[in-house]
């Protein structure tokens, strides 16, 4: 057993920060937030109760354009740039757009986010203005772990299937995330948050897409990827 060779590939990285300035940019949102609030609606679909705790589908997902807000988006981005930069190590050929930008917010222990991805995006963020002590948890799921024998090899009802919940068999991650912190992950990854332990108040997020496009005055000849959007060209039809 002395020749064994371990190759660590296909990896899965969840980048996590703590905002510098939150107090001041929490207190810039809350001005605002009459601007973003929405109403929360239960949803039953296939005879399955779940509840509207984003504000994504209400026809407002432009936080990003409030220019009462734009110190909060460029703490995105640079915390972007050091994912990319880094921690990815991509070469800087990049410029970062931000596509949409919307609240994640609930106010009870059984409003969660259901098992989703934002596929039409590279890069996804999520930050917490406010977090109570026992909110919900999020979640990952890698459904490509090919080490991840079992499904969900973390989760409760299977964890003594393994030794120790580690990157070569697990397929499913959770954090608790803080509030003043930032989360950003590859948006292609299956996320939701799970059912919290009793809290009191509200925990609100805002969330986001990034998509990475080559740079205005860069090299064009990359096979893959967007180029820069002054090269695109928007085809409104015969009026």
């Known amino acids: 057993m002395t020749n064994i060779e371990i190759f660590d590939i296909f990896p899965t990285t969840i980048y996590s920060n703590k905002v510098l300035h939150h107090e001041k940019y929490k207190k810039a949102f809350y001005d605002v937030y009459s601007k973003y609030d929405y109403e929360q609606q239960t949803i039953c679909e296939n005879g399955e109760e779940w509840y509207n705790t984003t504000s994504e589908n209400t026809g407002n997902p432009y936080i990003h354009l409030d220019e009462n807000l734009t110190e909060i988006f460029d703490e995105v981005i640079e915390n972007v740039k050091t994912y990319v930069h880094d921690v990815l190590e991509y070469e800087d050929i990049f410029d970062f757009i931000i596509t949409k930008s919307w609240l994640s917010r609930a106010r009870a222990p059984y409003e969660n986010i259901q098992w989703h991805n934002h596929a039409n995006s590279d890069i996804s963020f999520t930050y917490y203005l406010n977090t109570p002590p026992n909110s919900h948890r999020l979640r990952f799921s890698n459904e490509e772990n ?79 990827g967007y180029l820069h959007p002054k090269y695109w060209k928007l085809y409104e039809g015969k009026k």
């Open 146 to 224: 090919i080490n991840g024998l079992l499904a969900g090899l973390n989760k409760s009802d299977i964890k003594d299937a393994v030794r120790n919940t580690n990157k070569h068999n697990a397929s499913t991650f959770h954090m608790n995330p803080q509030e003043g912190s930032i989360v950003l992950f590859p948006s292609s990854l299956a996320h939701s948050t799970d059912n919290a332990r009793d809290f009191v108040g509200e925990r609100l997020a805002i969330v986001g897409d990034v998509i990475l496009v080559f740079k205005k005055d860069g090299d064009n000849d990359y096979s893959m």
